[in-house]
């Protein structure tokens, strides 16, 4: 995440493509207001079908492996790096947060 995200220069510095991006100034979806920041998205929602969390994980890691300059490189220009798993149940409920 950054505050002036470009999603075309975080795809090239990664050589991965984003499952997802927003942008700043965007509409929030769930509140009143826009976002504060852009992002730039890789999940393996809907591409990853199993409930084992080991799973999600070795899908994101094989997109990621080698590319520790890349980030390194993104978090130098200011960029917020970060790598959640999360697990939502599917009544809407929370699930575990790593």
């Known amino acids: 995440m950054h505050e002036m995200v470009d999603p075309d220069a975080v795809t090239a510095v990664l050589g991965v493509a984003p499952t997802d991006v927003q942008r700043r100034g965007e509409p929030e979806e769930r509140k009143p207001g826009s976002r504060s920041k852009g992002g730039w998205f890789l999940s393996t929602m809907g591409l990853v ?10 899908w994101i890691v094989e997109k990621i492996a080698g590319k520790k300059a890349a980030f390194e490189q993104l978090h130098a220009r200011g960029y917020m790096v970060d790598i959640c798993v999360r697990w939502d149940s599917l009544s809407g409920h929370g699930g575990p947060t790593i």
């Open 49 to 58: 079908d199993s409930r084992d969390a080991r799973h999600h994980l070795d």
